[in-house]
Every structure is written in structure tokens, then in C-alpha cells.
């Protein structure tokens, strides 16, 4: 893409918050001439610089680099004091969950990875003006991944702690690979009577497959809140428990 205005695109207003004085005032001059001359493009290199361009400029959209000092709570300032205005991060790195999720909760709009170029920049700045978003395919699977663990995390001991103990082992059968015959087998109990058990735990774990039911264990066996179940939760020998 040509880095030079494209004169038909919609006026924005852009803060640029980077405490590296070379490349501040190089993306402010960049960014300038990249959307358009109705666009206009501020910089500041702090916390406090920040705070005066949110209330002085009230810009469309904000890009934070990363790796400037206090940038956690730069975000948070935007997110509190221009909570319209759509945020840009530059400088991600994809394979860092806890600063990708850092900047999901902080309500971070597009991301910019480090290989991006700067006409890809300016592509996620006038998406994200306009009200979109911009996530790259590896920061939507660490987001993704974070959402399957808090619905997994949330869900676990509550519904968990419904089953019944002959239910907790045919659970814990059905996550070591057993069939429905082969589960009956080893509990010595009747085909019909495992499918029922299974029917009932699939229903109270709010899950449609047994694959489902298997990780919600798995998941919950795994997690530190597990040393405050119920003894119940104790592996039980196989053929013992109600019926």
C-alpha cells in the first residue's frame, strides 16, 4: 500500500503515545500523511502527556506502544478518562498470553504485531476508526484459548459437584477411553444402566458430547481449587458407588 494520503478516506483523530522521541515524532509525521490531510495526529511521550491529549485533542483513536514505560497504565487511562476512542497496541507479541489478555481486558481494539509494516498500520488505524477491530489469526487463538479456560474455570465445581459418585466414575472412564460397553464391563453393571448414568452427567454438565464431559474432569482435576472438593472427589475403585 502507498504510504500517501488517500484523500477520500474519513477524517480521524490520532494520538500516538510512544516515549521513544525518534520513533513519536517519525509515526506522527507518517500517520499524517498516510490518512489524510482532514486527519490529525498528536503525540505524547507519558502518562501525564497522555492524559492532557485525551482532554485537549479527544482523539478517535489511540495507539500505545508496548514497550514504552507505564503503557499498562496508559491503557488504563484511555480506557477511564476516553473510553470512545478505539485503541491500538504496536509492538505485540503473539506469543505472550498474559500481555495479550492484558490488552483484551484493557479494551484494546487492534493489534500490531511486530512484523506489521506501516502501511499495514495505517490499514488497522482507519479499520478501527471506523469501528472495527483488528486481531492477527495468532492473537484471536491466545484470546480464544483465555475464553475456553473462564467458561471452563467458572463452570467446573458447581456443575461438577451435582453428579452422583457412580456418575464421577463413569465420568472418569469415559476421559480414559472407555466405551459405553466397555464402561459397563468394568463396573459390572448393565449397558442400559451406563447409558442412563451417561445421559444424566452429560445433561447436569450442560455438554452435548462426552469428549466435553471429559475435559470439564480433566480441567477441574488440573486446577488448584480441586484441593478444596469434597472427598468424594478421590479416585473410587471401579465397581463400587450407587447404581
Known sequence: MDAGADRSAPSLRVLVVDDSRLYREGLVHLLADGLGVDSSVVAASSLSGSLLQLAMHEPDVVIVNLASYQSDEILAAVAGRRPQAHVVVVGVDDTDQGQVIGCAEAGVSGYVTRDYSLADLIDVVRDVGAGGSHIPPRVSSALLRRVQEVALRRATPACLDNLTEREIQIL???????????????????????KNHVHSLLTKLGVRRRGEAAALLSHWEGSPARSASPSRWSTAPAGLGRD
Open 172 to 194: 472418569r472412564l469415559i476421559g480414559a477411553g472407555f466405551s459405553n460397553q466397555g464402561i459397563a464391563d468394568e463396573l459390572t453393571i448393565e449397558l442400559h444402566t451406563v
